[in-house]
């Protein structure tokens, strides 16, 4: 059993795996991560602040996908900052 801790809400869970959303974030954390998503397949070569001023979501919370491993490097470079 892993304690876990919501990026979003900031709630103390428990699952049996590692997660980042608890239940009742999830849809909201899948909305950001579409958002970004089409938003990097429009615009490929786009670094964290742009992405944030955009999209109206922290850069902070972009990096973080990126730490999660659902966003990845696939040409070019991203710049954090």
Known sequence: MYTNIC??????FKSRVKQYTCGACENT?????????????????SNAIQI????????????????????SVSRGRFEKL
Not at 7 to 12: A, F, P, S, T
């Open 52 to 71: 944030s001023e955009a999209l109206g979501i922290s850069s902070y919370e972009v990096i973080q996908y990126m730490s999660e491993g659902r966003l």
């Open 7 to 12: 990026k979003h809400c900031r709630k103390v």
């Open 29 to 45: 954390d899948n909305l950001f991560f579409d958002a970004i998503y089409d938003y990097l397949k429009k615009y490929p070569n």
